[in-house]
């Protein structure tokens, strides 16, 4: 289905919901941070608790009210999933999202509403880009990351927006935040690296510890075959030679098995869960990009989504 939506700088919508605005809408400022969008989202929140929820539900639903500003707007949803308010998408209230998860199967919605039940923060997914002023869920190409922020705003419901990851560079960092653009750039440099080297020398450097495709901040690449076995890997040489591909995260998504997926589909972006180290192990979501390196073997590599917002970004249990 198809959606029309305003393209700007720092464009930010709904949640796998698409997005619509008029076309007098002016863009966000080009230096809107990750900073600003959770700012922008409580303060939805602390309206919400003041006005009570009728009240803040015909705001968030008003495209000339105080949280539609231009391409920056709140939506909301209760815990079932259903969104309740959208400026752009009246025709989408009352619908039932709960179960949609992005082009990689990463439940978006569930984890937005339970990270919102456990006072909010930050959380990342896949949505369509626009192509020619509209966007379209089933253009499996055209989905790229997205930064998102939520809060509670009641007990049965909550608030949010979000914003394509490019834009939340900012000025001089395009196309992605650092640390994104470096992890790319690692895994670009293994796939070249195992097709000029072969696979053998390959996997001797990716599972080097103290190897080129570990960098100082800690990123590193790994490697597996079609059949989601491990090939190689600096921190788990363990699991090396062990098929991984049933491996499924705490909500349900089998998070091998999409990024190879991935690669095999030619590569790019996902977003999955995966334990964060620096975090005591505890869940947290990745940014990840993969790419095929011939027909047997890929590469890949992930950034947490802490490293770009600058908090803590561990995800609670999923709500039975």
């Not at 495709?213 to 800690?218: H, S």
């Not at 590193?220 to 921190?235: E, I, Q, S, V």
Request: charged share 20%; with cysteine; hydrophobic share 40%.
């Amino acid at each position: 289905m198809k959606r029309c939506y305003l393209v700007g700088m720092a464009l930010l919508l709904v949640l796998a919901a698409g997005c619509s605005g008029p076309a007098e809408q002016k863009a966000v400022e080009e230096n809107t941070t990750t900073g600003d969008l959770a700012d922008f989202v409580r303060e939805a929140a602390a309206y919400a608790a003041t006005a009570g929820e009728d009240a803040a539900l015909a705001e968030f639903n008003n495209e000339a009210g105080r949280f539609s500003q231009g391409a920056l707007y709140v939506y909301a949803y209760d815990y079932n999933g259903t969104l309740l308010a959208h400026p752009y998408e009246k025709e989408a209230v009352g619908s039932d999202r709960g179960n949609w998860t992005d082009v990689r199967g990463l439940p978006a919605i569930r984890i937005g509403a339970d990270t919102a039940a456990n006072g909010g923060g930050y959380i990342a997914y896949l949505y369509p880009a626009p192509e020619n002023g509209s966007i379209d869920e089933s253009a499996v190409e055209t989905y790229v990351p997205k930064v998102g922020y939520v809060a509670p705003a009641g007990e049965t419901w909550w608030v949010a927006s979000g914003v394509y990851l490019s834009d939340a560079a900012g000025p001089g960092t395009e196309p992605y935040p650092g640390p994104v653009s470096a992890m790319v750039d690692l895994v670009e440099r293994g796939a070249t690296y195992g097709r000029e080297l072969g696979a053998e020398a390959a996997f001797a450097e990716i599972s080097n510890a103290s190897g080129i495709f570990v960098d100082p901040e800690g990123h590193y690449l790994y490697a597996y075959d079609y059949n989601g076995t491990l090939l190689a890997h600096p921190h788990l040489q363990d699991a090396i030679g062990t098929s991984l591909i049933e491996r499924q995260d705490p909500f349900g998504m089998e998070n091998i098995r999409a990024l190879r997926d991935t690669a095999e589909s030619g590569g790019g972006f996902i977003v999955f869960i995966w334990p964060n180290p620096e975090q005591e192990n505890r869940d947290e979501l990745k940014i990840g990009y993969v790419l095929p390196v011939d027909d047997t073997w890929w590469v890949g590599s992930g950034v947490y989504l802490s490293e770009i917002t600058g908090e803590t970004a561990s995800l609670p249990s999923p709500t039975p």
